[in-house]
Every structure is written in C-alpha cells, then in structure tokens.
C-alpha cells in the first residue's frame, strides 16, 4: 500500500522487548493492539453512548460503538486501498478521551475547563493517546502516551485544528501542539487523511444506525406513521444539528427512508424473536448501503487504485448522508430528548461540577497516582485545573457515582 516510510515513525524512542518472541506484525497492527489493550479503552465499557449503562439488559456503550466503528472502517479501507489496521485502530481510539455520561458530560466539563482552555472529547483523545495513557516515556522521562505511528494519530483526529478556529469542535489543546506538529508536520490546517475520513463516516454510520436500533429496542422509538409534526421535528433536528440540507430539502429524504422495507421491519418492533431478526437485518443493510455507498462513489471519483494519507478524499452521496443525519436526528429526538432526560442531564452536570470541586480541593491526594506528577510539575492554576479534568475525564459512570459519593459531602 501507498505508505511512505514517515507514516510508520513513532514519537518516541521505544527500547527493545525483553523476553519476547518477535511476530511479523507491521506497526500499524501493533497500533490497533496497543489502543485495544489500553486501560482507557476498557473504561469505555461504562461511558454513556446513548441509553445509559444499567438502564437497558444490552445498550451500546461507547466500548462497543468503537468495535463497531472500528468494523465498519476496517471494510471500507480494505474496499478502497487504504491500510486496515490504521483505520481499525483510529476506530477503537476516536471516543477514548470522552467523559462520564457522554455529550452531556463533556459540555459540563467544557464549562469547568475555561480556565485551562475548554474540554473537548476529541482533544481528550488525543492527550490521552499521547501523554495520559502510560506505555513509553521518552528519553528525558516525559509521557509519550501509547506512542502511537504518524499515520494512526493522523487518523484519529477527526478536527485537525485548536480551539477558537470557527468550530465548536476541535482537536487538540494548546498544551498539547507539540504531539500534534509533529503528527501533522507538513500538513495544512484543517486537511484530513482519507483514513481519517473513512473512520469519521464509520462513526456517523454506527451512531445513526445502532443508536436508533437501541432506541427501538428499548421501546423509545416508534417510526410506524410519524405524525407531519413530528415528521417537521426530525427534519428541523436533522437540518440544525446534522446535515447542511434545508428542512424542506430534507423531509423528500425522510419521506423515502420511512418507505424501505427496512425502516419498515423497525416500525413493526415488537420485541418477539422475529422483530429482533427483522431488526437485525434491517440494521446489516443500513450499513451496508451507506458503507456501500461511499466506496462506490469514492471509487468513481479516485479510480481503482490504493487510496491512502492524502492522496484522495472520501465521497460520501449527498442522499445516503441526508439518511444518514435523519437517522440521528430520530436518535436525538426519541432518546436523547425524551421526558425527563432534561433532570437527568442536570443532575449529572451538578455532579461532575462537585467532583471537580472536591477532587481540586484535596489534591494531590484526590488524583490517582499517575496523576500526581503532572498536579506538582504544573506551573500555573490554570494548568493544575486540566490536571483535575484529566482526572475526572477519565473515570466511568460507575466510577463517577461513586468517588462523589466518597467526597462530596452530603447534607
């Protein structure tokens, strides 16, 4: 495949195994082994993806989204040329640095964070990719994180731009451009790898597909005959939050998606043996026709060559992803925006806005031990409060839940 040998290097100098039996694998499938076996990608068996862990018998955490993403990727790039195991590996690790209780989460850890430059799931990932997660240090002691290649970090980073560009989202935090120059070197700001790509598309198509399959499921969504109300709703949600279609441009799409036999299996859901085949299937051909869509298209626009780094981009068909956002906008107004959901969200930011408190208070006491190093070598406030956020970024629901409960006091 197309790679040069720089996508291969790594960050840091890496000493040789001891007592190790070598195996001929290449770097890039050490990446996605190093990524797997990480302690922050277990964590994410109890990180909210849409229904929170323990409120369904089998709700998409963010652990399984990412196998999910990974899968779907790992297709797509060995369909057009690009390296599997670089995609794969950007897969498993695109969620790693994201907080307790999903989104809501990271926009109350983003309110907390203003003094040491916001929070952002994206950005997390890649600090914790190259400075949190402990593998390699580099010659002077510092923290290399995993100690990922070039081109799998590249992968990995779905907004290759700091904070304040012109988007709520962003990829890195200012302390932490020195991985990122060196990842990026050469590249222009805001241009992203075809492996990137493919990885960012996998992960639109997971979200939207398995997000709704839960969300039926669990008895939260019904799509059998959507009122014109409703119909509005989800185009507006879609137009807002997903897509850059109008309303009216939109609601044809979802006209149409409501019509195949395969949304059509979903609406009938009735929890028997049949109606989780039924949904089953229909949730295999959703991905297969979005995943579908995108090589075929990508392969008309690039040929039939080895597609890799930046040597195309990839074509996703203006229709597959209008389905695409109105599928999550059917997650979003069901499940993420049902009744009650507003109390719950509010509890869970008050409870990440004491844990910060009271872990900021008692440090360095109140930081794991991994953590404590980087509160003492920190040389200002601001730079002591993303050591705290680093902490609390990192813990599960579980864990969340229950270190409040062990400092925050209780009246």
């Not at 964070?113 to 580099?138: D, M, P």
């Not at 080895?306 to 597959?320: F, H, I, M």
Request: net charge negative; glycine share 8%.
């Amino acid at each position: 495949m197309g790679y040069l040998p720089e996508a291969a290097e790594r960050w840091a100098r890496e000493p040789d195994k001891r007592d190790a039996v070598r195996t001929p694998r290449s770097p890039f499938a050490r990446d996605r082994a190093r990524v797997l076996h990480s302690y922050a990608f277990r964590r994410l068996a109890d990180k909210t993806q849409v229904v929170v862990p323990g409120e369904d018998d089998f709700p998409r955490t963010r652990l399984t989204h990412s196998l999910e993403v990974a899968q779907i990727g790992r297709e797509i790039a060995a369909a057009l040329g690009a390296d599997p195991d670089v995609v794969d590996a950007a897969g498993l690790a695109h969620d790693i640095g994201h907080p307790p209780f999903g989104h809501n989460g990271e926009a109350a850890l983003n309110a907390l964070a203003h003094e040491c430059g916001g929070f952002e799931g994206n950005a997390q990932t890649l600090r914790v990719l190259t400075r949190l997660e402990a593998k390699i240090v580099h010659d002077d002691g510092s923290p290399a994180g995993l100690n990922l290649t070039r081109a799998t970090l590249d992968a990995t980073c779905k907004y290759p731009w700091p904070r304040g560009s012109g988007s709520a989202k962003f990829g890195y935090y200012a302390d932490d451009d020195g991985a990122f120059g060196w990842f990026r070197d050469g590249v222009a700001e805001g241009r992203r790898c075809i492996e990137a790509q493919i990885m960012d598309w996998a992960d639109d198509v997971a979200y939207s597909v398995h997000d709704v399959e839960d969300g039926v499921h669990a008895g939260l969504i019904r799509l059998a005959n959507p009122s014109e109300d409703e119909r509005v709703t989800l185009c507006t949600i879609a137009a807002s939050d997903y897509s850059n279609l109008t309303v009216d441009e939109l609601a044809p799409v979802l006209d149409e998606l409501l019509d195949r036999p395969t949304l059509r299996d979903l609406a009938g859901y009735d929890g028997s043996y049949a109606a989780q085949a039924a949904a089953k299937r229909a949730t295999s051909e959703l991905t297969g026709r979005f995943a579908g869509a995108a090589v075929a298209a990508t392969r008309t626009a690039h040929g039939s060559g080895d597609l890799t780094r930046y040597g195309a981009d990839l074509v996703v068909p203006r229709e597959v992803a209008a389905e695409c956002a109105l599928l999550k906008a059917v997650a979003a107004h069901y499940v993420m925006r049902r009744s009650g959901i507003t109390e719950q969200q509010a509890a869970q930011r008050r409870l990440l806005a004491e844990l910060v408190e009271a872990v900021a208070e008692g440090a360095p006491e109140t930081l794991d031990r991994g953590l404590r190093a980087s509160w003492f070598a920190a040389a200002s406030d601001g730079a002591r409060v993303r050591v705290v956020i680093d902490q609390v970024a990192q813990l599960t629901d579980s864990s969340a839940v229950a270190r409040h409960d062990r400092l925050v006091r209780r009246d």
